[in-house]
């Protein structure tokens, strides 16, 4: 079975992370959610999320893609953790998926994975990184890092994942009973 880390840390996208864990695990991929502290955290619309586990304990075991939510100031308490940092470069250079929403792509942006890629983003979040190939669409995907605009875009991009780790037939399936 696939495996996904989703970090969360406190403000981050409500419904990006929801989505996220709730598609992929309709999907019978294993997520596991985990934040910077251990705590429970409390998303940028002020929805309360119990984590599966700390970072700290996640980052014991592999994984075979990361995807970072989204917010404010989620994205900023993402990028300001080294441990982060450290995680996105190893994911890529292990030849595993690194995916990002909304302004996480400037997380994987800071951490150089974008320089002359595709990739999407909540407007304006990839403006500092002029390297970046900036695109529109919902969902951008380079190789095997995989980037979408927000909150709206947050359906497309979690069935993308499906996808992209349980195949073709599995998203359909998944899509099918979300009576989309």
Same mark, same amino acid.
């Given at each position: 079975?696939?495996?996904?880390?989703?970090?969360?840390?406190? %403000?981050?996208?409500?419904? $990006?992370?929801?989505?996220?864990?709730?598609?992929? /695990?309709?999907? %019978?991929? $294993?997520? &596991?959610?985990?934040?910077? @502290?251990?705590?429970?955290?409390?998303?940028? !619309?002020?929805? *309360?999320?119990?984590? @599966? +586990?700390?970072?700290?304990?996640?980052?014991?075991?592999?994984?075979?893609?990361?995807?970072?939510? %989204?917010?404010?100031?989620?994205? /900023?308490?993402?990028?300001?953790?080294? !441990?982060?940092?450290?995680? &996105?470069?190893?994911?890529?250079?292990?030849?595993?998926?690194?995916?990002?929403?909304?302004?996480?792509?400037?997380?994987?942006?800071?951490? =150089?994975?974008?320089? %002359?890629? /595709?990739? +999407?983003?909540?407007?304006?979040?990839?403006?500092?990184?002029?390297? *970046?190939?900036?695109?529109?669409?919902?969902?951008?995907?380079?190789?095997?890092?995989?980037?979408? /605009? =927000?909150?709206?875009?947050?359906?497309?991009? #979690?069935?993308?994942? *499906?996808?992209?780790?349980? =195949?073709? #037939?599995?998203?359909?399936?998944?899509?099918?009973?979300? *009576?989309?």
């Amino acid at each position: 079975m696939a495996s996904v880390l989703l970090p969360l840390a406190q %403000g981050s996208e409500d419904l $990006e992370a929801i989505t996220l864990l709730n598609i992929l /695990r309709r999907a %019978g991929i $294993e997520v &596991v959610s985990a934040s910077l @502290d251990g705590l429970a955290i409390r998303g940028s !619309r002020g929805t *309360v999320i119990t984590p @599966d +586990t700390s970072l700290d304990a996640a980052l014991k075991r592999d994984f075979d893609m990361v995807v970072l939510p %989204g917010g404010q100031p989620g994205t /900023r308490n993402l990028k300001a953790d080294k !441990r982060i940092i450290q995680l &996105v470069q190893d994911m890529a250079a292990a030849g595993h998926y690194v995916c990002a929403i909304c302004a996480a792509p400037s997380i994987l942006a800071s951490a =150089g994975l974008l320089n %002359g890629k /595709r990739a +999407t983003c909540f407007p304006e979040a990839l403006n500092d990184y002029p390297k *970046v190939l900036l695109q529109t669409q919902a969902v951008v995907e380079d190789g095997k890092i995989i980037t979408s /605009r =927000g909150p709206g875009t947050a359906m497309d991009f #979690a069935l993308t994942l *499906v996808e992209r780790l349980a =195949g073709k #037939a599995q998203r359909d399936i998944v899509e099918a009973a979300l *009576v989309r």
